[in-house]
């Protein structure tokens, strides 16, 4: 069975960058898209950002268009989210998930598989 890790979250300051990983402990046996979604206290899991298995197509929300980038890193087995220019309002539970078929989607059905989350937090 596929499991999926979150890493790299943690306290950082307004205007700094973190990056997140995704690590799955095993091969799939089909192609997925992946995505990272995040969900700050008292509201809804919302999405921030997916690739196609291929790498070849990204998606982002409004919110962090031009600020984080979404990457794969095949030999690793890793997903990775690289946030730049954070922001408060990006503090939340993200959470890499897989998708249930290989092309980029934006809504959370659209996922079979998540990660226990990591936390990130942006001080202003």
């Known amino acids: 069975q596929v499991q999926l890790v979150e890493s790299g979250g943690g306290l950082v300051q307004a205007g700094g960058s973190l990056r997140l990983s995704c690590a799955a402990s095993?091969?799939?046996?089909?192609?997925?898209?992946m995505g990272w979604f995040r969900q700050a206290p008292g509201k809804e899991r919302e999405f921030v950002s997916a690739l196609n298995w291929s790498g070849s197509r990204t998606s982002y929300a409004e919110s962090v268009e031009g600020r984080f980038t979404i990457s794969r890193d095949d030999a690793k087995n890793t997903v990775y989210l690289q946030m730049n220019s954070l922001r408060p309002e990006d503090t939340a539970v993200y959470y890499c998930?897989?998708?249930?078929?290989?092309?980029?989607?934006?809504?959370?059905?659209?996922?079979?598989?998540w990660g226990q989350g990591t936390q990130v937090t942006v001080s202003s």
């Open positions: 998930a897989r998708g249930r078929y290989s092309t980029v989607k934006i809504t959370a059905g659209n996922y079979d598989l």
């Open positions: 095993g091969r799939a046996d089909r192609s997925y898209s």
